[in-house]
């Protein structure tokens, strides 16, 4: 069993709007060199994680409830549960709550080595 980690709140994330919450699933102990983040997250209704460049890594949605916009670089497109999406070292993404639940998914930022 992996020990908890509390909840990390974070207010207007990369710019976005409302503020999102994550749930460390595994921390540094277990991820070591290999990944950097993985978390459940739940952006509120409204709620946004602002679009963000990715240096050095990698990261990987997984929408468990909800719906919303993926920004993939320029591309905007709706997600909805059990779509999952790629945001390779050097792109851009963000990921923005439009209905009327929460919005959670999973995320695992790996390093790019």
Known sequence: MLPKIPPKIIEHANGGK???????IAGPDIL?????????????????MGVHQHKGDGEIYYILSG????????????????DAMFCPNGSRHGLENTGKEDLVF????????
């Open 18 to 24: 409302g503020r999102i919450i994550l749930q460390p």
């Open 32 to 48: 070591k060199d290999k990944c950097r983040v993985y978390v459940k997250a739940t952006l509120e209704k409204g709620c946004s």
């Open 67 to 82: 719906h919303g916009l993926y920004t993939d670089n320029d591309t905007t497109y709706e997600v909805k549960p059990g």
């Open 106 to 113: 999973m995320g695992l930022i790996i390093y790019d080595n």
